[in-house]
């Protein structure tokens, strides 16, 4: 089975730029999750939704993110325009419930680097 | 406060030996999951393990083995006679029933280097 998709694996840009991260979740789960993960703080949860729905976005760090959850299969994460300290690991799990103590699938995740 | 505590930055261990990923938590909540996750040097993050507040039943996954103790907030991952492949970042994580939530709030991971 296939697992949490995201796109692309990589990308550099310059400072001003808009970024567009992509996610596709495990077939069938109904909750995703948009995390970042640097060496200064660590993983932090940036938004998740619920049968597609924002639930919960207090993570995100200020107006320049946003988050779309289109339809079951498809997430993403914008950033415009972008700053050198977004620069980051970008992650997408998802999970089946939506529930407390659902297990979260991570994908492979989306290094950026803003110059 | 933090809520999940791994206080080993790093360890590292010639292969074949057993080692402890200690993981502490903190939470008010009674109904609460705990999870280890795997970080190899690939990046992605690997879910290994989920127990729930009311299972303390310790758990053995071939070479890996969980301790849950309540009575500490204790959360520990021991790997029995390591490989090279173990090596990566280990991060316990907790997710508290009544945020609503699924939050995970993850340690600060604890770096494993496996020595051949």
């Known amino acids: 089975d296939a697992g949490v998709i995201q796109s692309p694996r990589h990308e550099v840009t310059e400072m001003g730029q808009e970024v567009t991260l992509r996610c596709k979740p495990i077939?069938?789960?109904?909750?995703l999750f948009w995390y970042r993960q640097t060496m200064m703080r660590g993983l932090e949860l940036l938004i998740y939704?619920?049968?597609?729905?924002?639930?919960?976005d207090s993570g995100m760090p200020e107006d320049r993110f946003s988050a779309k959850m289109p339809n079951a299969s498809f997430s993403t994460l914008k950033i415009q325009p972008s700053e050198p300290r977004d620069s980051a690991v970008y992650f997408c799990?998802?999970?089946?419930?939506?529930?407390?103590?659902?297990?979260?699938?991570f994908g492979p995740g989306t290094r950026l680097t803003v110059l | 406060a933090q809520k999940v505590t791994q206080a080993q930055t790093e360890i590292s261990v010639v292969e074949k030996e057993d080692v402890t990923l200690d993981c502490v938590y903190e939470?008010?909540?009674?109904?609460?999951?705990l999870f280890w996750y795997k970080q190899p040097p690939s990046g992605e993050l690997v879910f290994l393990i989920r127990?729930?507040?009311?299972?303390?039943q310790n758990e053995i996954s071939g070479r890996y083995s969980w301790n849950f103790q309540k009575s500490t907030s204790s959360f520990n991952f021991t790997i029995t006679a390591s490989q090279v492949v173990d090596s990566a970042v280990y991060f316990c994580?907790?997710?508290?029933?009544?945020?609503?939530?699924?939050?995970?709030?993850f340690g600060t991971g604890t770096r494993l280097t496996v020595i051949p």
């Open positions: 127990r729930n507040s009311f299972d303390e």
């Open positions: 939704f619920n049968n597609n729905v924002p639930i919960d």
């Open positions: 799990a998802s999970g089946f419930t939506g529930q407390g103590g659902d297990t979260q699938y």
């Open positions: 939470t008010r909540d009674t109904t609460y999951y």
């Open positions: 994580a907790l997710s508290e029933a009544g945020t609503g939530a699924n939050n995970l709030f």
């Open positions: 077939s069938g789960h109904n909750s």
